[in-house]
């Protein structure tokens, strides 16, 4: 495998040094920062997050930043959700689209106050057309990405590490809410987030200097945790069901295909510029959708590039992502399959890069 060459054009963030101390054997890109991708393996990583604690270097979810009297207006005109009965310590999961409808970010909305939001982006430039939007509509808010790095806290022991960290009171903080807490004299805004099932915190550290105090104090807490540095892992997103922007989704996908309609309440969220173009989907419904998909054979080979989805000689889906499940004994995957196929228990072929393998639709994921 070739060696990413560093640059001023791929960012390292403030947790780097912890990373680089803990073992960590991979990285992507991901908001032209580096996002480590395995420490042990794969699978001894996806062992460990579902028994005992990893802290994961995040910052690369980036924070688009609206501030300002119109900062609620332009949070709406962005997304189909509904967002009128959000309150400040919420958040919400919202699609981002563009005027066609199309996906551009899934990202958490945080709203931290009645004229200040955080939208903690998946990978792709998202600031850019925020900006556009903002200007061309001549709103008076100010968007901005602030010097916010997200770390997570993700495993079954999540709670007990943030408690010695930060105090029992943090295990009060409900699902998609966040509080503000205080760590060596800084108030850190701590949700209860994070891109796996297992559970755990966001932690959105403000100002790079603090990162690597942070990262000690929460390792040396978690001696008797078994804390180890970890990821987002492939194999148990896929049993998940989440999504990876870029990879599962894209921008010729609206988000009834990616499966996220609840999230879109189009008939109330008046003012996002994709509302009519989803309103005939949200009546018709989709014609293609996510699926869950399991592989028959070995362990499948690394999915770097869509695999196409087959019904005899005709094309009616592909494979974006897929993995060895060791607690499922399967090869799990995500795709998008067209209607006429998408049905639980319908056997299809997929041209794997080892040779065409049955593939069967799962109504859910596994998680």
């Known amino acids: 495998m070739a060696l990413i060459s560093p640059s001023r054009r791929l960012r390292r963030t403030p947790f780097s040094e912890g990373v680089e101390a803990a073992g ?25 997050l579902k028994e005992a604690v990893q802290v994961w270097d995040v910052a690369c979810e980036r924070q688009v ?33 563009d005027e066609t409808g199309g996906m551009l970010n899934d990202p958490v909305a ?20 925020v900006k556009g939007i903002a200007y061309g509509y001549r709103l008076d808010v100010l968007v901005d990405e602030p010097d916010v790095s997200p770390l997570a806290i993700q495993g079954p022991k ?21 509080g503000v807490f205080d760590f060596q004299g800084r108030d850190m805004v701590i949700a209860r987030s994070g891109y796996s099932k297992q559970g755990g915190f966001e932690i959105y550290v403000e100002g790079g200097d603090i990162g690597m105090p942070l990262w000690h104090a929460l390792m040396e ?50 003012g996002c510029v994709g509302r009519d173009a989803l309103l005939r989907v949200a009546q ?17 080979p690394g999915c770097d590039r869509a695999w196409s989805v087959m019904a005899g000689e005709r094309r009616v889906g592909q494979v974006s992502s897929a993995a060895w499940s060791p607690d499922f004994g399967t090869n799990v995957a995500i795709g998008m399959v067209r209607m006429t196929h998408w ?25």
């Not at 054997?25 to 460990?48: A, C, I, Q, W």
């Not at 945080?110 to 057309?129: F, P, Q």
């Not at 228990?345 to 998680?367: K, N, Q």
């Open 24 to 48: 960590v054997k991979g990285y992507t890109v991901y908001n032209h920062m580096l996002l480590p991708t395995v420490f042990r393996s794969v699978e001894e990583d996806y062992r460990h």
């Open 65 to 97: 930043e609206l501030r300002g009297p119109d900062s609620g207006r332009l949070m709406q005109m962005l997304t189909p959700r509904d967002l009128r009965g959000m309150l400040p310590g919420q958040c919400y999961y919202v699609p981002i689209v």
């Open 110 to 129: 945080v709203k931290l106050a009645e004229d200040r939001w955080w939208i903690s982006i998946a990978d792709s430039d998202l600031l850019m057309w």
């Open 158 to 178: 999540a709670d007990d590490l943030m408690a010695a960290v930060f105090g029992d009171s943090v295990r009060d903080i409900r699902f998609f809410r966040f």
């Open 221 to 270: 807490a978690g001696r008797g945790l078994d804390v180890h540095a970890g990821c987002p892992n492939l194999i148990e997103r896929i049993e998940a069901g989440l999504l990876s922007y870029g990879n599962d989704m894209d921008r010729s996908h609206t988000p009834h295909e990616c499966g996220l309609g609840r999230f879109c309440n189009t008939a109330t969220a008046i």
């Open 284 to 300: 018709e419904g989709p014609v293609r959708q996510i699926r869950a998909l399991e592989i028959d054979g070995p362990a499948a």
């Open 343 to 367: 049905d639980e228990g319908t056997e299809l072929t997929v041209m794997a890069p080892d040779g065409p393998r049955r593939v069967v639709v799962r109504e859910r994921f596994w998680l």
